[in-house]
């Protein structure tokens, strides 16, 4: 297959071979279109049936990768909550509300407050920023999110000197979230970050993909996204976001301690679970939604390197997995 390289040096297969035409042509009218509208540019990326969400694109941070299609995106997913099989979120999801809602942002800073939803999504300018995505399961896709730096809100209460991570807190309510009812996890679902990594530019707050409002298989209305490492530190359903002292434990480390770190960086050359992170499958490709598409090499952080390796300057990444 042909491949070319993005400036991650990422390889991947060219558009023409794997992209639906409407894609394709979206696409086009991205590299090409620099007249084009950011509400112009939404509509020709959109491709489902949720509330528009204007964005601007945010090309410098994006990859030039093929986004995955937008039927994957929101029917292939991890949100255990909903099910533990990749089709359950999108069959499921359907009983949460995602109004009103509201997030509690507390713990180590000057200014605590809850946030209506309605508010978050006026307090930095939404851009849409195309990142790839990995899960620690070995599989891959490529999404146009929309949101902002997760660093406009914690900006916005003020850390105090003794903020050193950023723990975060999916809803608990069992009532529209039957997969609670399960012990397969401690909930609510929680993950964390250190400080200096949630503040990196790159860490998104999203509330929203393929120009429209999150899908609630998706994580709706407000999830994490953190590009460089696996896709399960990308909390969904975001209800309540504590800065503290203290590294946080998250549900993962609980369930299964020596399979998933703290840190999660993606990483081929580590491989703390049973099975390798040295290369993945890229949802969507290929016939048979990918499962015989040739398997692609995995980046160190996922290929965002030059922007997140100094967080991690001195440390041990083996041990520190
Ligand atoms: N609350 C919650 N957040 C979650 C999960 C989950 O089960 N519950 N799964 C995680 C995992 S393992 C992955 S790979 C991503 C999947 O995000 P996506 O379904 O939008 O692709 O969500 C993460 N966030
Ligand atoms: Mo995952």
């Known amino acids: 297959m042909t491949q070319r390289h993005d400036r991650a040096g990422f390889e991947h297969p060219v558009p023409s071979e794997i992209t639906p035409r409407k894609l394709h042509l979206g696409r086009r009218a991205f590299v090409l279109g620099l007249g084009l509208s950011a509400a112009a540019r939404a509509a020709e990326l959109r491709a489902g049936p949720l509330a528009p969400l204007p964005a601007q694109p945010d090309p410098g941070v994006s990859t030039t990768e093929t986004p995955t299609p937008y039927a994957d995106v929101t029917g292939y997913n991890n949100f255990y909550e909903f099910g533990t099989s990749k089709s359950d979120p999108a069959r ?64 916005a209460v003020e850390p105090t000197g003794n903020a050193k991570y950023v723990e975060y807190h999916t809803l608990l309510d069992p009532a529209q979230m039957p997969g609670q009812n399960d012990p397969v996890l401690a ?7 250190r400080l200096d990594e949630a503040m ?36 969904k359903s975001i209800v309540r976001i504590r800065l503290v002292e203290r590294q946080p434990v998250t549900s993962w480390m609980r369930a299964v301690p020596n399979w998933y770190g703290f840190y999660s960086n993606v990483n081929p050359a580590v491989s703390p679970q049973n099975w390798s992170q040295a290369t993945e499958r890229r949802i969507g490709q290929g016939r048979f939604g990918g499962l015989f598409a040739p398997r692609l090499k995995t980046q160190l952080f996922n290929g965002y390197g030059e922007q997140v ?13």
């Open 92 to 155: 499921n999801a359907g009983s949460l509300h995602t109004r009103p809602w509201s997030v509690l942002v507390d713990g180590e800073v000057r200014r605590p407050r809850r946030f209506a939803i309605e508010d978050l999504l006026k307090l930095a300018p939404m851009q849409e920023r195309i990142y790839r995505h990995r899960c620690v399961e070995g599989w891959s896709m490529v999404i146009p999110w929309l949101g902002y730096s997760l660093s406009a809100l914690l900006r």
């Open 187 to 193: 909930w609510p679902y929680v993950e964390g970050l």
């Open 200 to 235: 990196h530019p790159l860490t998104l707050l999203a509330f929203g993909l393929y120009g429209e409002v999150l899908p609630n298989q998706n994580g709706a209305p407000l999830r994490m996204v953190i590009p460089w490492k696996y896709g399960f530190k990308g909390g």
């Open 309 to 321: 390796a100094a967080l991690y300057r001195g440390m041990d990444l083996t041990r520190d997995f």
